[in-house]
């Protein structure tokens, strides 16, 4: 085989053998996504069992008057969550989610239980679409979460969303306490594998 030939054949065998972007060549990359699909469900599902336990006369109340209302700290915590990985630009908003800070109180009054679980449960329900789409150079790459921010790393956003929402979930359990509400138990099973 002449050379001029070859150079042909050995650039599409290169081209054919590379990992389309969607794919994760990196094995530890995909078990971090995967590994954090999972713990999200769980944070998902605990998130909405401390919302559903105050009831919707709680959802004005605040343990101290510096802070927010129970109602506004779910919202925040669901807003935070849209921020976080609508910085991916993999997905739109669904409408639902698309509110700025002037037309939050409009869009999810803080003191509507049914609006702000209705905002809750759709911006983890975006979180876990993204996810579903996301790709190791999505993961691996930086991106601007808001103007001015620092430029962060996919991985770099998967743990502050599950701190933020940790550390929030956390305040509103304070806010049942207060209320002499039982708060429901928090569910840690380990991944099988």
């Given at each position: 085989?002449?050379?001029?030939?070859?150079?042909?054949?050995?650039?599409?065998?290169?081209?054919?053998?590379?990992?389309?972007?969607?794919?994760?060549?990196?094995p530890?990359?995909?078990?971090f996504?995967?590994?954090?699909?999972?713990?999200?469900?769980?944070?998902?599902e605990?998130?909405?069992?401390?919302?559903?336990?105050?009831?919707?006369e709680?959802?004005?109340?605040?343990?101290?008057p510096?802070?927010?209302?129970?109602?506004?700290?779910?919202?925040?915590?669901?807003?935070?969550?849209?921020?976080?990985?609508?910085?991916?630009?993999?997905?739109?908003?669904?409408?639902?989610?698309?509110t700025?800070?002037?037309?939050?109180?409009?869009?999810?009054?803080?003191?509507?239980?049914?609006?702000?679980?209705?905002?809750?449960?759709?911006?983890?329900?975006?979180?876990?679409?993204?996810?579903?789409?996301?790709?190791?150079?999505?993961?691996?790459?930086?991106?601007?979460?808001?103007?001015?921010?620092?430029?962060?790393?996919?991985?770099?956003?998967?743990?502050?969303?599950?701190?933020?929402?940790?550390?929030?979930?956390?305040?509103?359990?304070?806010?049942?306490?207060?209320?002499g509400?039982?708060?429901?138990?928090?569910?840690?099973?380990?991944?099988?594998?």
């Amino acid at each position: 085989m002449k050379r001029r030939a070859v150079f042909p054949v050995l650039a599409a065998a290169a081209a054919s053998a590379a990992p389309p972007d969607n794919q994760w060549p990196t094995p530890f990359a995909k078990a971090f996504r995967d590994s954090f699909i999972e713990h999200w469900k769980d944070t998902r599902e605990y998130s909405l069992a401390v919302l559903d336990a105050m009831p919707p006369e709680g959802y004005t109340s605040k343990p101290n008057p510096a802070q927010m209302s129970f109602g506004e700290q779910m919202r925040h915590h669901g807003a935070a969550n849209v921020v976080y990985f609508n910085a991916f630009g993999l997905l739109p908003l669904p409408e639902i989610l698309k509110t700025t800070r002037e037309t939050m109180n409009q869009l999810v009054p803080a003191d509507n239980k049914a609006a702000v679980r209705k905002y809750v449960e759709a911006s983890f329900d975006y979180v876990l679409a993204v996810l579903d789409k996301l790709s190791e150079r999505d993961l691996t790459r930086t991106h601007e979460m808001w103007k001015g921010a620092p430029p962060h790393s996919g991985t770099d956003i998967f743990l502050r969303a599950y701190t933020h929402t940790a550390h929030h979930r956390g305040q509103a359990v304070v806010y049942l306490r207060v209320q002499g509400i039982k708060p429901p138990t928090w569910k840690f099973e380990p991944a099988a594998g």
